[in-house]
T-cell receptor
Framework: TQLLEQSPQFLSIQEGENLTVYCNSS?????LQWYRQEPGEGPVLLVT?????EVKKLKRLTFQFGDARKDSSLHITAAQPGDTGLYLC?????????????FGEGTQLTVNP | NAGVMQNPRHLVRRRGQEARLRCSPM?????VYWYRQLPEEGLKFMVY????????ESGMPKERFSAEFPKEGPSILRIQQVVRGDSAAYFC??????????????FGSGTQLSVL
């Protein structure tokens, strides 16, 4: 069973600060996705990274996939209260297994105004 | 274009009763996935279905749990003789084709099951 560990588990910062969330595994994933989940709602996909070393930017969010495709990071610049939420990473196993995703336990981010 | 619809949003059952959770995928999607989120834990894969077929049920508990996706109508996740440990948020996701690692899954808002 492939496992994904996210750190930190909780993060509370002030508006305007930068932060990085990490997602690590001892296993290789064919791709890795980052989701954001609001209370009482389902996860919403933010980005998918596929290639080792890949970097993707989504406004103030920067996502990176490790060279060995075992880890990923999410960096938020100048965080805003609207960024508050649960951030989940999810790894896709080999494509032959369809979209069975292995999720990390999430990082609960709180951005205080 | 309606998203993935799950109902009920909240379901309360007493121990020993049956729970039926329904999921209607996005229009045009023929693949459905069920995930369970226990308190303070991440989402855990349960089952992957296509119309009238179970493709991967490796995440389903061996007893009391079953899932179907009939030719007509929503996908149903059925839990018989519920126990308190079944209390969780159950999420359904759908995709339009055999979803590769790059395919986007669309999640519903979930059903929060509470077992008294």
């Amino acid at each position: 069973t492939q496992l994904l560990e996210q750190s930190p588990q909780f993060l509370s910062i002030q508006e305007g600060e930068n932060l990085t969330v990490y997602c690590n595994s001892s296993s290789v994933f064919s791709s890795l996705q980052w989701y954001r989940q609001e209370p009482g709602e389902g996860p919403v996909l933010l980005v998918t990274v596929v290639t080792g070393g890949e970097v993707k930017k989504l406004k103030r969010l920067t996502f990176q996939f490790g060279d060995a495709r075992k880890d990923s990071s999410l960096h938020i610049t100048a965080a805003q209260p609207g960024d508050t939420g649960l951030y989940l990473c999810a790894g896709a196993e080999r494509e032959t297994s369809g979209s069975r995703l292995t999720f990390g336990e999430g990082t609960q981010l709180t951005v205080n105004p | 274009n309606a998203g993935v619809m799950q109902n009920p949003r909240h379901l309360v059952r007493r121990r020993g009763q049956e729970a039926r959770l329904r999921c209607s995928p996005m229009k045009g999607h023929s693949h459905v996935y069920w995930y369970r989120q226990l308190p303070e834990e991440g989402l855990k894969f349960m089952v992957y279905l296509q119309k009238e077929n179970i493709i991967d049920e490796s995440g389903m508990p061996k007893e009391r749990f079953s899932a179907e996706f009939p030719k007509e109508g929503p996908s149903i996740l059925r839990i018989q003789q519920v126990v308190r440990g079944d209390s969780a948020a159950y999420f359904c996701a759908s995709s339009p084709m055999w979803a590769t690692a790059n395919e986007k899954l669309f999640f519903g808002s979930g059903t929060q099951l509470s077992v008294l």
